[in-house]
T-cell receptor
Framework: DQQVKQNSPSLSVQEGRISILNCDYT??????FLWYKKYPAEGPTFLIS?????DKNEDGRFTVFLNKSAKHLSLHIVPSQPGDSAVYFC?????????????FGQGTRLTINP | DAGVIQSPRHEVTEMGQEVTLRCKPI?????LFWYRQTMMRGLELLIY????????DSGMPEDRFSAKMPNASFSTLKIQPSEPRDSAVYFC??????????????FGPGTRLTVT
């Protein structure tokens, strides 16, 4: 039972256009949602997050939207740049005995074409 | 800060051998996590520690896997005996723990394990 799902394994976008990555979750107890970016041979790096009490968080070219009723979040990157080509993981967080436990989606490979 | 440090970066071993993966978390972080990434299962949490104490090891696949955190700056993940299906990339991550911003985890570069 996958609690966090990224249904698109890959996405290809033209440079300068908007990239939209999607994520669905099932557990309403999650209190934070995060996006991580991963380059080959490196560990995932934190990109942006959103609290469950908000519906939007923006940081430069990156915006995350949360729709709690639909249990859906999305990451918008605009404008997309070649350096954005990477695997993006959606993660959901729940507090458990003093630490935030993360559940990750399967990842979406984003390719930005020049 | 050097970030989370993992060693070795690559490990190739034969089935039946013992494998030990090492992690040094970011100084001052109170929570440490071990993950495994495979094509089939994605990134899955194996075990995590809070203040050096194991909190949740429900993700450890079987008794062949064990993890320790003898002090705040060092943790090991051991597989004994190793099997070909253990081949994966193993990540260690750490976070502040216990604060409002504790959800952000910092990952190491990973150890790519190949068991032949």
């Amino acid at each position: 039972d996958q609690q966090v799902k990224q249904n698109s394994p890959s996405l290809s976008v033209q440079e300068g256009r908007i990239s939209i990555l999607n994520c669905d979750y099932t557990n309403s107890m999650f209190d934070y949602f995060l996006w991580y970016k991963k380059y080959p041979a490196e560990g995932p790096t934190f990109l942006i997050s959103i609290s469950s009490i908000k519906d939007k968080n923006e940081d430069g070219r990156f915006t995350v939207f949360l729709n709690k009723s639909a249990k859906h979040l999305s990451l918008h990157i605009v404008p997309s740049q070649p350096g954005d080509s990477a695997v993006y993981f959606c993660a959901a967080s729940a507090q458990f005995q003093g630490a935030q436990k993360l559940v990750f989606g399967q990842g979406t490979r984003l390719t930005i074409n020049p | 800060d050097a970030g989370v440090i993992q060693s070795p970066r690559h490990e190739v071993t034969e089935m039946g051998q013992e494998v030990t993966l090492r992690c040094k978390p970011i100084s001052g972080h109170n929570s440490l996590f071990w993950y495994r990434q495979t094509m089939m299962r994605g990134l899955e949490l194996l075990i995590y520690f809070n203040n050096n104490v194991p909190i949740d090891d429900s993700g450890m696949p079987e008794d062949r896997f064990s993890a320790k955190m003898p002090n705040a700056s060092f943790s090991t993940l051991k597989i004994q005996p190793s099997e070909p299906r253990d081949s994966a990339v193993y990540f260690c991550a750490s976070s502040l723990g216990g604060t409002d911003s504790s959800y952000e985890q910092y990952f190491g570069p990973g150890t790519r394990l190949t068991v032949t």
